[in-house]
């Protein structure tokens, strides 16, 4: 089927009570392999292209590939610009046909995030994409102190209803990349921050946070986890198993990408059925 909005996958989550998986792609294994799966376990899916592929014609040519896969299987596919910097990514990624755009100017003072974000709003809004916004920062690794960084629940508030953004990335103690200690995640305030917005809460910084925790942070009302780390690790160690096998023997790239794809699905099996808290077999 077509693309579909970030919102409307949202809404989707919102009436099973699940989150949906945002997934970090870099090339045609990783989305295949996200893709293909969402269309086994019969679930909405968040392709993501992150800011970084937008330096050159990556994000362009995934896109098209992205439209393709989409209209080929029958669930709802978003394609949404991960941590989108600048307003000029953002009109590219309205010109590449994604369907939804996260700007994050969550390192700038609020009033200056809100002005950014709404600037976003209406671009995105006058194209019928939505817009996912951050307020708050994830925590930098071996952050000691990091109350300075969490999401305020009354700012989130005043945030969201300055903005009109249609989801929220909120800081509740999650980092990206890969933890070094089991990370503390501050549910109370996810659940107040979720009474209070009254829209759809992104977390990410999804890799290596423990399934007790992500389910918990499904309950309290987080839609869309974001997960890039876990994927591109099990990317790099397929690739690294395939060189060892093939060390004397060439093998072609589409036969040697086989078992890589396998091992990324199998990844992204595991945690699209931990965020929609279905039985992992
Ligand atoms: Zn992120």
Known sequence: MPL??????????KE??????????????????VIDCASEEKLPVIVQIFNRLFNDDK?????????????????PVVLHLDHGKTIA???????YGFTSVMIDA?????????QMTKAVVAIAHSH????EAELGRLLPKGAIDCENFLTVPEEALEFVKQTGIDALAVAIGTSHGFYKETPFIDLERLKKINAMVGIPIVLHGGSGTPDDIIQKSVLCGIRKINLATELHQAYIDGIAIQAEIHKEKFSPIDVYNVPVYEKMKKLVRQKMRLFALMSPE
């Open 4 to 13: 579909v909005t970030l919102a409307n996958a949202l809404a989707i989550a």
């Open 16 to 33: 099973k009570n699940i989150a949906i998986g945002a997934f970090n792609i870099g090339n045609y294994e990783s989305l295949k392999a």
């Open 59 to 75: 994000a362009r040519d995934m896109a098209a590939l992205v439209k393709v896969m989409a209209e080929n299987v029958n669930i």
């Open 89 to 95: 990514q953002v009109e590219r990624a309205v010109q």
């Open 106 to 114: 969550s390192d700038l003072p609020m009033e200056e995030n809100i």
């Open 128 to 131: 019928h994409i939505s817009v």
